[in-house]
C-alpha cells in the first residue's frame, strides 16, 4: 500500500511529531514525513528534526501581514511538497476557514483533554483547577471551531489527588504520543469513515 504524504505543523517541543517519526520507523504507521513546518524560528521541533535528519523548515508568522498570507505561505509549501493529511502536533495557532477548507476533512489535531471537556488553552490546568478526576487526550479532524471537530480516539488518564498542572500532563503527554499514531495509521489505512460528527472505525 502507498505511503500517505503527511505535513506537520509544530510550534513547540514536538514530543508528539517524534513519537510519529518513531512509529514510521517501528513499521506501525505507513506514512512518509513530506514536511514539517514551525511557525516560530526558534521551535525545539527545528532543533529536534535537524538532529533526526528530518527536512523541516519555519514560516515565521511575524514575515507576513496578515493570517490569510501566513496561512497561504503554509498551504502553498504543503502543496509543493504533495501532503495527502495535515497534523498538528502542538501548533499554537489557530487556522481560518480559508486553510481549512483547502484541507477539508484532512487535517487532525490532539488535544490534552477528553473533549468536549477543557478545550482550548491550558486543557490540563483547567482539569487541575475544575477537581476532574479523569482527563485524558483526544486526537479529532479539525474544524472552523476551538477544539469542535469529530472525535477520532480518546484515552482516559485519571487525575491525582496532588496532581499539578505539570505532573498531569507529563502523564497525559505518555498516552498521546501512543494514541496519535494510532489515529493516524487508522488513517493511512483508509479505515476512518466520518459521519456527520461521528468517525466511525471500520
Ligand atoms: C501536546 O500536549 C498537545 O496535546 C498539544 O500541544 C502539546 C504539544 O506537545 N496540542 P509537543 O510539542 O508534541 O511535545
Redo the contacts with the bound molecule.
Keep these: 500500500m502507498n505511503k500517505t504524504v503527511i505535513g506537520v505543523l ?10 510519529i517519526v518513531d512509529a514510521i520507523e517501528a513499521g506501525r504507521l505507513n506514512a512518509k514525513i513530506g514536511a514539517v513546518i514551525s511557525d516560530n524560528p526558534e521551535a ?2 527545528l532543533k529536534r528534526m535537524a538532529a533526526a535528519d528530518i527536512p523541516a523548515l519555519c514560516i515565521d508568522r511575524r514575515q507576513f501581514v496578515s493570517r490569510h498570507e501566513f496561512e497561504a505561505a503554509v498551504a502553498e509549501e504543503l502543496n509543493i511538497r504533495h501532503v495527502e493529511l495535515v497534523v ?5 495557532r489557530i487556522l481560518t476557514a480559508y486553510f481549512i477548507d483547502r484541507f477539508a476533512g484532512k487535517i487532525m ?4 483533554a477528553l473533549l468536549p471537556a477543557f478545550p482550548g488553552e491550558n ?2 490546568q483547567q482539569a487541575v483547577d475544575y477537581g476532574a478526576k479523569v482527563s485524558g ?1 483526544t486526537v479529532h479532524f479539525v474544524d472552523e471551531g476551538m477544539d469542535t471537530g469529530p472525535i477520532i480516539l480518546q484515552e482516559a488518564v485519571p487525575v491525582l489527588e496532588d496532581d499539578t498542572a505539570e505532573t498531569l ?1 507529563d502523564r ?2 505518555h498516552a ?1 504520543h501512543i494514541l496519535y499514531p494510532r489515529a493516524l495509521a487508522l488513517y493511512c489505512e483508509g479505515r476512518l469513515k466520518v459521519e456527520g460528527r461521528r468517525v466511525r472505525i471500520t
Design positions: 509544530a510550534s513547540g517541543r514536538g514530543s508528539n511529531l517524534q513519537a525545539n521541533v498538528l502536533a502542538g501548533f499554537m489535531n490532539i488535544h490534552p486543557a490540563q487526550c500532563s497525559i503527554l498521546e
